[in-house]
């Protein structure tokens, strides 16, 4: 920290992918600019090329929604200077700072604290003017909210999805044991638990990385109210644990799945079940099948940890 001068490695690795020129040393000063990233574009652009903003307003409420982490005093001006705005407008509004929204472009300091070269001083991107040029633009947004005028824009960041370098390697295939079923139960629920018990079943299993299931999830908790099941827990819930491990690699592609649930002091008694939903890759086709399977179904009974 601190440091506005390159020691010669890092002159040395700072000319290799792009030298910066003088213009964007003057730029970014007193900062030693190390990776030029506005001119590596291979094999895609290291920085987006523009960032989103956005301020909205709730009724007493605006909110200022940044795509960085401001220091204490960038967001007292930022505040400050939006504040104004509004109070011109004779609207008195609480101004908030909704950080890292939408995009990310590390931090954003003051002029005088991107002198000193400090943490956050050195991860603000674009110059000692960085809090200025957003203050500009945050104002010239909440002026077009005041009078409900449509705000000039311009093409957003492009879509790398298709284009992202991963070195991480893909699934080759899913496998297993000969009279098996993805999803079979290799070791089941056993029960009666009470809240506080953990719940554990195993489940022959196929490799997660085949379907991350964002908006979905590997496990459910399930009970019982004599005709349906309804969900209770997902992998979202914190007394939940999904556990994969590859077996007898490298020989095979076998893999198994342990579902954990900590039953809590809050679950209902009844009947539950665990059940684990996965996909499999096949070796022949490379094509992805989705799966569920349950545990059988287990009693928890009203009152503390059973005692054995």
């Known amino acids: 920290q601190g440091e506005t001068s390159l020691n010669p490695l890092w002159k040395t690795v700072s000319g290799v992918l792009s030298v910066p020129t003088p213009e964007q040393v003057d730029c970014h000063a007193p900062k030693a ?6 001119d590596i574009t291979w094999p895609y652009a290291w920085e987006a090329p523009s960032m989103p903003l956005q301020v909205f307003r709730i009724g007493s409420l605006v909110t200022v929604n940044t795509p960085n982490e401001m220091t204490t005093m960038s967001g007292r001006r930022l505040r400050k200077a939006i504040t104004e705005i509004f109070q011109n407008a004779g609207e008195n509004v609480q101004v908030t700072i909704g950080g890292l929204a939408n995009s990310y472009s590390h931090y954003c300091a003051t002029y005088e604290e991107y002198q000193a070269q400090r943490y956050e001083a050195g991860s603000t991107l674009y110059g000692p003017h960085t809090l200025d040029a957003y203050i500009q633009e945050f104002s010239r947004l909440s002026k077009d909210l005041l009078s409900g005028r449509a705000s000039s824009t311009i093409q957003g960041p492009p879509d790398l999805e298709s284009v992202q370098l991963s070195l991480t390697p893909g699934v080759v295939f899913d496998d297993k044991p000969l009279f098996r079923e993805f ?6 629920a056993k029960g ?4 506080g018990s953990l719940v554990s079943v195993r489940f022959q299993g196929a490799n997660p990385r085949n379907n991350l299931r964002l908006q979905g999830t590997f496990l459910t908790v399930e009970l019982s109210d004599g005709t349906t099941w309804k969900i209770i827990a997902s992998d979202s819930n914190w007394e939940t644990k999904f556990h994969w491990k590859s077996t007898n690699a490298p020989i095979s592609s076998y ?8 039953v809590p002091s809050t ?11 996965g996909d499999w890759k096949s070796g022949w086709t490379s ?9 059988s179904t287990f009693s928890v009974l009203a009152g503390d940890v059973l005692q054995v």
């Open 287 to 295: 094509g992805i099948t989705a799966f569920k399977s349950c545990s």
């Open 255 to 262: 893999s198994e799945v342990t579902i954990e649930w900590t």
């Open 33 to 38: 600019i190390l990776l030029n990233l506005a």
């Open 183 to 188: 999803g079979e139960v290799l070791a089941d």
């Open 192 to 195: 009666p638990y009470t809240a």
């Open 267 to 277: 679950a209902a008694p009844g009947s539950y079940r665990v059940c684990y939903i």
